[in-house]
């Protein structure tokens, strides 16, 4: 089967759970992973399949999390996707390697620049991700997320720091301004492939400068 095939099967199930959301992880943000995986993927080498429908269903914990009221990891998700993927016909072989994209893909090693132990379907599923989290659609996303989850606009009493290495903090940023810095404005470099470093190169360029006449007009 080819890769839209799959989709095909998976997407009334997948379109059904994400109806709701209102956090930017939609559908549309799925799709646009998926997008990016597969340029990705075209550039880098990797499984198109692995890559496509792990970028598909990435954010399942998401969803998870909302019904929930509470942090779920991606690993929470597995038994989920399992299910979902058990409706096709991909092999045993494919489903893991699905699942463990899926898993790891919130896991980062940013002191090395690289996670090199990974395979290559999961570091782009990671940088297809993070590249839907720069840009215009990033700026969009951000502050839809910290609308969602009633994380302040910004709180100017509350000094910026820009430390090397950024830890997830599960929603718990003290404003959406606070992580443009603390995250997405080190993504670019961050980045495990070069053609996503290229790619986000020009978006965080962009960033840079809407939050900087952002703070001007606040300020």
């Known amino acids: 089967m080819k890769l839209e095939e ?4 998976l997407k009334p199930e ?15 943000h799925l799709k646009r ?11 880098v080498g990797g499984d198109e399949i692995i890559v496509g429908i792990a970028a598909y269903l ?3 914990h998401r969803i998870m999390q909302q019904h929930l009221g509470r942090y779920v990891s991606p ?21 893991n390697q699905i699942l463990h994209c899926i898993e790891m893909h919130e896991v980062y090693n940013w002191h090395d620049q690289t996670n ?3 395979n290559i379907e999961t570091l782009i599923l990671q940088d297809a991700d993070n590249l839907d989290a720069i840009g215009a659609v990033g700026v969009i996303r951000a502050f839809n997320y910290g609308a969602a989850n009633n994380i302040p606009f910004f709180d100017e009493k509350i000094p910026i720091k820009t430390a090397d290495d950024y830890q997830e903090k599960h929603g718990n940023e003290e404003s959406t301004i606070h992580h443009f810095y603390h995250k997405l404005f080190k993504l670019g470099k961050n980045m495990n492939t070069k053609y996503a470093k290229h790619i986000a190169k020009k978006r965080i360029k962009f960033m840079k400068k809407f939050v900087k006449q952002l703070l001007n007009e606040l300020y």
């Open 58 to 60: 990435h954010d399942v």
């Open 14 to 28: 997948v379109e059904k759970m994400f109806e709701f959301d209102k956090s930017g992880h939609d559908t549309s």
């Open 33 to 43: 992973t998926m997008h990016n995986a597969l340029l990705l993927q075209k550039h």
């Open 116 to 118: 090199k132990e990974e």
């Open 6 to 9: 799959y989709i095909s099967i």
């Open 75 to 95: 690993k929470e998700s597995l038994p989920t996707i399992e299910k979902m993927l058990a409706k096709t016909n991909l092999t045993k072989e494919q489903t």
